[in-house]
């Protein structure tokens, strides 16, 4: 493990962001690439009902199990947590088995399906069972830092999917499902296999390492052994019942976490993937319809796929190392809860005035964006709109992935299964606010519901924080509340922004973006001037992190 948690998490972080942006970037032209020679409605079917069934077993089978797994990695039996996490893979099949006879043989369809949608639900299931068979690979490169494993497999892997698809659909057109499907199966073989020949590369040199240093010091005269901390000296260490183990088969504390993180994940699942399912279970809106609101959730959930979801998954790991989940931050070691403390105000600075911009300057720009992607059939009223509330959708997003990793990062079991509970009755009023907005507004209403949605688990989240923080001097929640000449700033370009888009757009395109780019030159000089601190320490933990990069080579 190194040294410097933070340190490390901010590489994950930023590799993780790399990793968003050239993956969100790919599926942006992707699906412009499918729309132009496949058509909407196959779009609706891939990246509606396809895409929410490989969500919904990966995020079951793999989710609960990962979370608990990266819970204070320092002290682990690693042949506890290697039993743990085989159990994935029956999950995972029993996930695949349920989910994919719903998806054939219950899902309504009001409309034909397209060539081959059978064998992309097989194709989907199967490479989600293969994926889990890395699990516990995947999860050591997390717990021992692999970060530039992750980014370079991660973006090999989705290069392999995209370029299977292309090749195939350019030739076969009418039958981009049996393409979706192979490419999903090429994927999935790929990433577990090269995980698993990583580290078989990765012990032997760590082994000839060992060797050598073993006989310098025989050298010496001595016959001290030196150990490396890395637990796993061959592949069949990965496999369950391998590693020596002088406890019980399971770490009762690690399944209980894992079950609860399970029960978790279903409910978050639901939040999350809330409007597909009703899509796809109550099918409000044809699969053209979805495949043009998808287009529009892409180029609105940029910045969340970009920035938030990173920096969740990094803040996650960092305040499961620093903040131990049962006891009280006052009697916690003052330096960690200072250091996790000051984490948290930046993260919820960072993340609210994205948020910010993002919905200050989208009123303006989402026609702009829209005509720039799509051309003038996605200038009408409903795609624009539809940005538009995305832009509100991003902020309250940002704000509750930061809140609600750390809630799930320091709260103990028991306060998780309370969580659960409440969870459930903000599941409910999503779903029926969702299910009534639709009604009312169409496809607007599921951008609506999720708004409610967010805001719910923002105040649940807010409230565990500030009662963590009650008997301490410390008020973490302070970053979300913006400063007074950012806020200036951007009342100042949300007032010149809409302006031009009510004179400018679309005669003058040029004009109304050179507009916006002053404007967001002056937003930013009034962020960074009153947030020199952060930028500050930003700046010294990269710096740190180049120097011991070329101390090492």
């Known amino acids: 493990m190194a040294p410097n948690i933070l340190q490390s998490s901010l590489e994950n972080a930023s590799f993780n962001i790399v990793f ?4 969100r970037g790919v599926t942006f032209f992707l699906n412009a690439f499918v729309v132009r020679h496949v058509g909407q409605a196959i779009l609706g079917v891939m990246n509606v009902r396809l895409l929410l069934l490989e969500s919904m077993i990966l995020f079951l089978s793999k989710e609960p199990f990962m979370k608990a797994g990266l819970t204070n990695t320092a002290e682990h039996n690693w042949a506890q947590v290697v039993n ?7 999950v995972s099949v029993v996930m695949s088995f349920l989910f994919g006879y719903m998806w054939i043989y219950v899902l309504p369809t009001s409309e034909t399906l397209p060539p081959y949608y059978t064998f992309a639900v097989y194709a989907v299931a199967i490479s989600c069972v293969i994926e889990l068979l890395s699990l516990v690979v995947q999860l050591v490169a997390s717990a021992f ?4 494993l992750r980014i370079v497999l991660d973006t090999i892997m989705i290069a392999l999917r995209t ?9 076969n057109p009418e039958n981009a499902l049996l393409a979706f499907g192979v490419a999903q199966l090429a994927a999935a073989v790929f990433y577990t296999a ?3 020949v990583y580290f078989n590369h990765y012990i032997k040199r760590l082994k000839r390492h060992k060797l050598k240093r073993r006989l310098s010091v025989s050298d010496d005269g001595t016959e001290e052994i030196v150990e490396s901390e890395f637990p796993f000296m061959s592949l069949k260490d990965f496999l369950p019942g391998q590693l020596e183990n002088h406890n019980t088969v399971l770490d009762k504390n ?7 993180f399970f029960k978790q994940s279903a409910l978050k699942q639901l939040l999350t993937e809330g409007e597909r399912l009703i899509m796809t279970f109550a099918p409000l809106l044809t699969f053209a319809e979805q495949g043009v609101y998808e287009v529009v959730n892409n180029l609105g959930s940029l910045a969340a796929r970009f920035i938030f979801r990173p920096i969740e998954d990094s803040g996650y790991f960092y305040f499961t190392q620093l903040v131990q989940r049962d006891r009280p931050i006052s009697h916690q070691p003052s330096g960690r809860v200072e250091e996790s403390t000051n984490v948290l105000r930046y993260l919820c600075v960072v993340v609210t005035s994205i948020g910010l911009i993002v919905l200050v300057f989208g009123q303006s720009y989402s026609s702009l964006l829209l005509w720039l992607y799509g051309g003038e059939k996605l200038t009408a009223t409903l795609p624009i709109l539809l940005l ?17 990793c750390y809630t799930n990062a320091t709260a103990d079991s028991g306060t998780i299964d309370k969580n659960n509970v409440i969870m459930i009755y903000e599941s409910l009023a999503f779903l029926v606010a969702s299910y009534v907005f639709v ?16 805001g719910l688990r923002i105040a649940h989240s807010t409230t565990f924080i500030n009662r963590r923080y009650a008997e301490t001097r410390y008020q973490p929640l302070q970053g979300l509340v913006p400063k007074p000449f950012f806020s200036c700033c951007l009342i100042i370009a949300a007032l010149v922004t809409t302006f031009s888009q009510t004179y400018y757009f679309p005669d003058d395109k040029f004009l109304h973006l050179f507009i916006g780019i002053m404007m967001f030159g002056l937003v930013m000089f009034s962020w960074m001037y009153e947030n020199y601190e952060l930028i500050k320490l930003g700046l010294s933990k990269w710096i740190e992190r180049r120097n011991s990069d070329v101390k090492s080579d």
């Open 20 to 23: 968003q942006i050239m993956c």
């Open 84 to 90: 743990l996490l085989w159990l994935s893979v029956p």
């Open 145 to 148: 830092l692999f970060n530039r």
């Open 163 to 171: 370029a299977t698809f292309v090749f195939l659909i350019i030739y």
């Open 194 to 196: 090269s995980h698993y």
């Open 254 to 260: 690690l399944y209980h976490l894992t079950m609860s």
């Open 388 to 404: 538009r509330a995305h832009c509100l959708a991003v902020l309250l997003l940002g704000i509750n992935g930061v809140t609600e």
């Open 439 to 454: 009604t009312w507004f169409g496809p607007v209403g599921f951008i609506l519901g999720n708004c409610v949605n967010m």
